[in-house]
């Protein structure tokens, strides 16, 4: 490292005090923390000199553009030696570890990530005004070749390794589909690559952004796919909405947007990187043998059984592959054991309270006869509390919002804990006179809060009407 050493001295006029080398991020380049008197700063060591080259000079235009990047020092006079910044060891996945264990993000832990993708127009609008792609690496932009660079990781790095037959043919047909649809979303923009929470540091509250050397022109679904998408962040669905109505209303500042556009474009984004992240995973963990990446399988199988509950018709056949990926038992039952499985009942109490299966002695039962019950007028008594009749009825009257926001108190704070010390079942019963109207109402709404709330496997049944659901 006598290199760095010297670029030290060139730059601070002293020699360092210590040299301290930083984790690997698993790949070629390594980091250095050295210390002087009277400076830190971060020393680098890459071996590919294009892709240094490439990350020096897009901080340098980041910087010019007011982008919280790390500033760039010097360079060796080959390129594989430079010196940047000390922006620290916080980052912004070491802050959010807390909601990622449990499937809550706190109010603090929420605001850095709505602070974070804020900044991501910027990055890709203001970052690529006056910038030389083609200094880029490995190339100057998303293309075709590059979309089936990762479909065919995906397909022969994992799907080859779960050991599912299938048609090359079919599924190249709906490959090249894919890339149509990708490549019809281009813009003039920039395309971070690996916008996740571990590329993102924290300082004085503020992120920064480092690692977009691989960055390139592309189009912008791709980065907010990649972030909110992580597989193991477990955002909950509300969580992911709110990420992307922060990220479309910072939008607005550089063009128009169409938000019900852009959320159906932004589904094939997120079905592409998650099939490229899980070819990354099988070929770091089937092939260079290290075990922890194949720990995140089942999360990202988790996120990509979420997208197929909603069809993709451009990609029948590929579709038709992945739901037997995510029905595999290996998979399903990694999915399972890692989640709070929360049971909804609804039910008449003429005939019993729900017997708790799970063998853990039941847990929650709500009485909804204070209600007031639509039971009693005949207009009502064909409908149930899935009807909007009834909901109206119900919410007009005013006390069933106030005896939810109760129970929404109660159980919030009870299936965090759960989630916390690793408990795998829950209950909560809502019962009434005849099983149809109110407690009907309240055991749905609750479902929905919860799925909506926490990453964890909600099943809810309506057992005077024969009805489940899985959320």
Not at 35 to 40: P, Q, S, V
Not at 225 to 248: G, H, M, P, R, T
């Amino acid at each position: 490292m006598e290199q760095l050493k010297i670029l030290f001295k060139q730059l601070t006029g002293e020699q360092p005090l210590s040299t301290e080398e930083l984790p690997s991020s698993g790949s070629n380049r390594r980091y250095f923390r050295i210390r002087g008197k009277n400076r830190t700063l971060i020393g680098a060591k890459g071996t590919c000199v294009d892709e240094n080259i490439a990350f020096i000079t897009i901080a340098k235009h980041f910087r010019e553009r007011g982008l919280n990047v790390p500033q760039v020092y010097n360079s060796s006079e080959d390129n594989i030696y430079y010196l940047q910044e000390d922006l620290g060891d916080d980052t912004l996945y070491s802050r959010i570890t807390k909601g990622r264990d449990s499937g809550k993000y706190s109010p603090q832990e929420k605001e850095l990530l709505f602070k974070t993708i804020r900044k991501l127009p910027s990055i890709q609008f203001e970052g690529a005004k006056g910038l030389d792609f083609s200094i880029c690496y490995p190339q100057p932009e998303f293309d075709e070749r590059m979309i089936f660079f990762d479909l065919n990781y995906f397909k022969y790095c994992f799907l080859k390794a779960t050991g599912i037959e299938f048609s090359e043919i079919e599924l190249q047909n709906d490959f090249e589909n894919m890339a149509k649809v990708l490549m019809h979303n281009m813009s003039d923009t920039f395309l971070y690559r690996d916008f996740q929470a571990r590329n993102v540091m924290i300082v004085d509250d503020e992120p920064y952004f480092i690692d977009f050397q691989g960055g390139r022109r592309g189009p912008i679904f791709y980065d907010v796919a990649s972030f909110i998408w992580q597989a193991k962040a477990c955002y909950s669905e509300n969580l992911k909405n709110e990420l992307i109505d922060v990220y479309l209303e910072a939008l607005k500042k550089y063009i128009p947007v169409d938000k019900k556009q852009f959320r159906s474009t932004l589904r094939h984004f997120v079905l592409f990187r998650t099939l490229q992240v899980l070819g990354a995973y099988g070929f770091r963990g089937y092939f260079e043998k290290k075990p922890h990446f194949l720990q995140s399988v089942p999360y990202a199988i988790d996120n990509l059984r979420k997208l197929l509950v909603e069809p993709f018709p451009e990609y029948p056949y590929l579709s038709e592959i992945l739901g037997e990926l995510t029905r595999m038992r290996e998979f399903t039952e990694m999915g399972i054991d890692r989640r709070l499985e929360v049971k909804i009942y609804s039910f008449a109490y003429k005939k019993g309270i729900p017997n708790d299966v799970s063998g853990n002695g039941g847990g929650y039962v709500f009485d909804c006869r204070a209600l007031e019950n639509p039971g009693k007028y005949d207009h009502f008594k064909h409908f149930t509390g899935l009807d909007k009749e009834v909901a109206d009825f119900m919410e007009a009257e005013g006390g069933v919002q106030k005896f939810l926001n109760k129970v929404y108190s109660l159980a919030d704070t009870h299936v965090q804990r759960y989630i916390e010390r690793k408990f795998t079942h829950l209950m909560f019963c809502f019962g009434c006179t005849g099983g149809q109207h109110r407690s009907v109402y309240c055991a749905q709404h609750l479902a929905q809060h919860l799925a909506g709330k926490f990453n964890i496997k909600v099943r809810l049944y309506h057992r005077e009407q024969g009805l489940e659901q899985e959320f």
